[in-house]
């Protein structure tokens, strides 16, 4: 029997991908590993969204070609670049785009029983999640990543996404339940809903937005202590699900809105909604005083003025987010920007980004400053050896936000949600006593 392993790159919803493509393989039989050094197939399921995400998986590709193992190249890479790929890296074994997940076992067993190069990529991909299959969480823990829908309507002028992942496609209400429930008993306190628009979920098998009802259908659960939600899109949060978001009690009051720019030229050249964000945040702050907002912004788009930039600067200086990430713009063929002029060059970007980041941290310092002498609740995500526990605010993501750092010599478990009083606060962690 041959042994198989996979690498995981890119975010939360490839992780979800990879899971799929891990179940399907023990559903039918195929012995795992975590340990691409003693597999014989190393599948490698890539990230496409922007350059430096692709050079990533590229780089995986070639490590472990030249360990000797046979690679199977699935996800973004093989969809972005389709037959091209396969002239570029001849020594991969077989190449499934991102909807092919029900094809990994039959590419499998290509790979293993035939020479030739095995080649599932649809032209038009279209997702559906494979209810059948029951995750193989690659990183167990606190929390559990749901998919509640993939896929983009929309056409936002940097993102190649809606080529690589295609329309808008929801699972059921009745699924998630079902997936929430199952993660509930298997130990996940929290469950984070993801999609590229969680806001749109429903829109296309209920005819409207349907978020609101999922979250009430979740909040029933009563294993689950909380529900995160991930990638609102500005235009719909509206305030009936806002209201939502503060009523129900186990969806903790965390708002994630990619808002990308502020400046009315910058937004018509990406393709997003023009909105005065100002009011669209003092809107979240009004109906969810707790609210911690966390959003991204892109610099360096082409065509941003110092006009544009000194705007962005302005309102981040202004707004005081709990939260920001900065991106340099990442020029990507195919989509609405590539051939937009003037383009920023590329050290204009770096430094515009060090700008906005070195704002940022002072402003989260600040924030977090603010925390001390207060209460907090925190989900446990682990305890270090001399018993330090490591954990998470309800104003932190995984991986993309900060930690709280807790004292306490009670016993404490990964999951269990604590109450801890702040004592000290960097940038971007928590210092924290356990409060009994």
Not at 283 to 306: H, L, N, Q, V, W
Request: proline share 3%; hydrophobic share 35%; aromatic share 8%.
């Amino acid at each position: 029997m041959k042994t198989i392993a996979l690498i995981s790159h890119g975010c939360a919803k490839n992780l979800v991908d990879s899971e799929l493509i891990l179940g399907k393989l023990a559903q039918n039989g195929f012995k795992i590993t975590l340990d691409e050094s003693k597999a014989d197939i190393v599948i490698i399921n890539t990230c496409s969204f922007i350059h430096d995400a692709e050079k990533e998986s590229v780089a995986s590709v070639f490590d472990m070609i030249q360990a000797g193992k046979k690679i199977i190249i699935t996800g973004c890479l093989a969809q972005k670049h389709k037959k091209e790929l396969q002239s570029l890296i001849p020594e991969a074994s077989a190449f499934l785009g991102t909807s092919d997940i029900d094809k990994i076992v039959d590419a499998v067993n290509h790979v293993i029983n035939q020479k030739d190069v095995y080649y599932n990529v649809n032209e038009s991909p279209v997702y559906n999640y494979p209810e059948n299959i029951e995750r193989q969480q690659i990183t167990m823990g606190a929390s559990s990543y749901i998919k509640i829908a993939d896929g983009c309507d929309f056409n936002c002028g940097y993102c190649i996404i809606p080529q690589l992942r295609g329309p808008y496609k929801s699972r059921t209400v009745e699924n998630i339940i079902s997936e929430a429930k199952l993660s509930a008993q298997k130990g996940s306190s929290e469950i984070i809903l993801i999609a590229q628009d969680t806001t749109g979920y429903g829109k296309d098998i209920y005819g409207k937005p349907s978020l609101i009802r999922l979250l009430s259908e979740l909040n029933k659960i009563d294993e689950l202590n909380w529900i995160r939600i991930l990638y609102t899109y500005p235009s719909l949060l509206t305030d009936d699900l806002l209201n939502t978001i503060n009523k129900l009690d186990k969806v903790v009051k965390y708002i994630d809105v990619p808002l990308q720019h502020v400046s009315e030229h910058m937004l018509k050249l990406m393709n997003r909604p023009v909105m005065d964000y100002s009011k669209l945040i003092e809107k979240i702050r009004k109906i969810i005083p707790s609210a911690a907002i966390r959003t991204t912004f892109i610099t360096g788009y082409p065509g941003e003025t110092e006009d544009d930039f000194n705007q962005l600067y302005n309102f981040i200086q202004t707004m005081k987010l709990d939260k920001v990430g900065i991106f340099e713009y990442s020029r990507e063929k195919n989509t609405l920007s590539y051939n937009l002029k003037p383009q920023i060059t590329a050290k204009e970007k770096k430094q515009r980004k060090k700008v906005l980041m070195e704002l940022q941290q002072k402003i989260s310092l600040s924030v977090n400053k603010n925390l001390i002498g207060k209460k907090i609740d925190c989900i446990v995500e682990t305890i270090n050896q001399d018993g330090t526990v490591i954990a998470r605010s309800y104003k932190d993501a995984p991986e993309v936000d900060g930690l709280v750092y807790i004292n306490t010599s009670a016993p404490v478990i990964p999951g269990d949600i604590i109450t801890a009083l702040v004592t000290r606060a960097d940038a971007y962690d928590l210092y924290a006593n356990y409060c009994l």
